[in-house]
T-cell receptor, first 111, second 116 residues
Framework: GEDVEQSLFLSVREGDSSVINCTYT??????LYWYKQEPGAGLQLLTY?????DMKQDQRLTVLLNKKDKHLSLRIADTQTGDSAIYFC???????????FGGGTRLMVKP | DTGVSQNPRHKITKRGQNVTFRCDPI?????LYWYRQTLGQGPEFLTY????????KSRLLSDRFSAERPKGSFSTLEIQRTEQGDSAMYLC??????????????FGSGTRLTVV
């Protein structure tokens, strides 16, 4: 079955880069997503990448995909205190299909 | 359009009671999804609709759970004979469906259920 794993916690200083990692087991995963969840709120889509891509950059966000190792990472440049939240990676096999989420990584940004 | 709307935001109920949650998706989205999120975990898929048709149900969706989307617009999720283990955040999401340039869902803020 599908399994998506993330480390639980990451702490960085304001202005540093943050790198949040994710591994998945299903080689048929086609779409990979990063979501952000702030306390008491729903999930906000940050970015996504197709499995035929290695990298995608969107302003301060860079997604790297190593399909061979089934490893996905999200790099946040110049991390701000407002970036403190829980970050979830998720995968799906087809667009618009069900998502399988990891357990989330809590990012704490210290001033 | 203000996004995906869920009501109520919070629900406290006694064990054994029935509860119903409502989700209003983004109006032009034809797919609607329900997820459950327990504390410290990622969301888990429950079920989804394409218009009014319920296309997939997770094994997590026991017989006590039923979801409807009668006219292909809003959806309701009902839990009968609630148990303490049903306490969770119930998230609704919508998407334009396959073939769209937007491959991500839009999530609502969720309904937090507490069963006492």
């Amino acid at each position: 079955g599908e399994d998506v794993e993330q480390s639980l916690f990451l702490s960085v200083r304001e202005g540093d880069s943050s790198v949040i990692n994710c591994t998945y087991t299903d080689s048929s995963s086609t779409y990979l997503y990063w979501y952000k969840q702030e306390p008491g709120a729903g999930l906000q889509l940050l970015t996504y990448i197709f499995s035929n891509m290695d990298m995608k950059q969107d302003q301060r966000l860079t997604v790297l995909l190593n399909k061979k190792d089934k490893h996905l990472s999200l790099r946040i440049a110049d991390t701000q205190t407002g970036d403190s939240a829980i970050y979830f990676c998720a995968e799906s096999k087809t667009a618009g299909n069900m998502l399988t989420f990891g357990g989330g990584t809590r990012l704490m940004v210290k001033p | 359009d203000t996004g995906v709307s869920q009501n109520p935001r919070h629900k406290i109920t006694k064990r054994g009671q029935n509860v119903t949650f409502r989700c209003d998706p983004i109006s032009e989205h034809n797919r609607l999804y329900w997820y459950r999120q327990t504390l410290g975990q990622g969301p888990e898929f429950l079920t989804y609709f394409q218009n009014e048709a319920q296309l997939e149900k997770s094994r997590l969706l026991s017989d006590r759970f039923s979801a409807e989307r009668p006219k292909g617009s809003f959806s309701t999720l009902e839990i009968q004979r609630t148990e303490q283990g049903d306490s969770a955040m119930y998230l609704c999401a919508s998407s334009p469906g396959t073939g769209s340039a937007n491959y991500g869902y839009t999530f609502g803020s969720g309904t937090r259920l507490t069963v006492v």
